[in-house]
């Protein structure tokens, strides 16, 4: 089992700036990525960005690349989403999630392990 506590949400008006965070425990040596994905009311839950944990590499959906960094203290098990130029349509709930190194990986259905969520509200 991994456990996932997600922190670091809140309201910002648009074109600032939060910094997520994703802090895992448990069987964290079978973790091969940490996605980070939202859902918007009345909306599919969608991937914003991933990343190995292993060798660093990131992945971003398109409606967020430019503007959000997927980072990871290892020493910490932690994963961060820097997210600046925030626009209204950022605003969700956002989740954090384990999965192992196969899929797709901004795909939710590889994902296994998830947090509660953090609320972003972004305003204009």
């Known amino acids: 089992q991994v456990q996932l506590v997600e922190s670091g949400g809140g309201s910002v008006q648009a074109g600032g700036s939060l910094r997520l965070s994703c802090t895992s425990s448990?069987?964290?040596?079978?973790?091969?990525?940490i996605g980070w994905f939202r859902q918007a009311p009345g909306k599919e839950r969608e991937g914003v960005a991933a990343?190995?944990?292993?060798?660093?590499?990131?992945y971003y959906g398109d409606s967020v690349k430019g503007r959000f960094t997927i980072s990871q203290d290892n020493a910490k098990n932690t994963v961060y989403l820097q997210m600046n130029s925030l626009k209204v349509e950022d605003t969700a709930m956002y989740y954090c999630?384990?999965?192992?190194?196969?899929?797709?990986?901004?795909?939710?259905?590889?994902?296994?392990?998830w947090g509660q969520g953090t609320q972003v509200t972004v305003s204009s």
């Open positions: 999630a384990a999965a192992s190194n196969v899929g797709a990986p901004l795909n939710k259905i590889w994902y296994q392990d």
């Open positions: 448990g069987y964290t040596y079978s973790i091969g990525r």
């Open positions: 990343i190995y944990t292993s060798g660093g590499i990131t």
